[in-house]
Structure formats: C-alpha cells, structure tokens
C-alpha cells in the first residue's frame, strides 16, 4: 500500500543541497521541470527546512507532472 502524502506529514531525509539529515516536510511548491522551461504549480514536495530546496517530488504527483509535460 503507498502513503499519499499530504502537507502536514514529515520525514526524515537526506538533503543534497546542504548535505545533512533533515526532518523535511511535504507542502506545495511551483516547480520548473528539469531541461525544460515548463513551471507546475500546485505540486507536493518534500522540502529542507535549513535551506529551503526541494528534496524530493512524492510518487503520488508524479501524474500531475506527466500531464503537465503532455500539453
């Protein structure tokens, strides 16, 4: 069974920005498609709380993002 993820939920993660152990957080964030110019908004990430970058993108919204690619 997968989680699905919501804003409120947690974890503990690598972040490879600032290269250390976080308790991250889930919440939605405008991001920019990699080798693209294409911007989603509306999508749920994990998030650093020390720098703000985006860990990772939860399977869950990875149909958003597919859909986004198609247009």
């Known amino acids: 069974m997968m989680t699905r993820w919501m804003p409120t ?8 920005a600032c290269r250390t152990l ?4 889930f919440e ?3 991001i920019t498609l990699a080798r693209t ?3 989603v908004s509306k999508v749920l990430v994990d998030v650093c709380p020390r ?3 985006t860990i990772a993108v939860p399977r869950q919204a990875l149909a958003q993002l597919r859909e986004a690619g198609a247009k």
């Open 9 to 16: 939920h947690a974890l503990t993660a690598h972040c490879p």
């Open 22 to 25: 976080v308790h991250a957080r």
């Open 28 to 30: 939605y964030r405008t």
């Open 37 to 39: 110019r294409l911007r």
């Open 51 to 53: 720098c703000d970058a």
